[in-house]
């Protein structure tokens, strides 16, 4: 049964029917950049390679995905 849950990086265990609703939500409080680099690095593309593909610095690129995960952590203490 552990296929039913997944375990996110910040220690959070969640069903994974859950996932995409909180991805849908999640979609909902990021802002077009936060998007771009959330999808990008979901595909496994690291900070420099997201940076070059739009153009933007790699700080910039660590202080998106600090904000998203400061926004995922948020949303999941919300839904718990």
Sequence with gaps: RSEEFM??????????????M??????????????????LYLTGMDYKQIAEKLGKTPKA??????RIKSKLSKLLETKN
């Design 61 to 66: 690129v660590d202080n998106a995905r600090c």
């Design 7 to 20: 375990r996110l990086s910040n220690g959070f265990v969640i069903d994974k029917e859950k996932v995409s």
């Design 22 to 39: 909180i991805e849908y939500e999640l979609g909902k409080l990021l802002s077009s950049f936060e998007k771009s680099v959330y999808n």
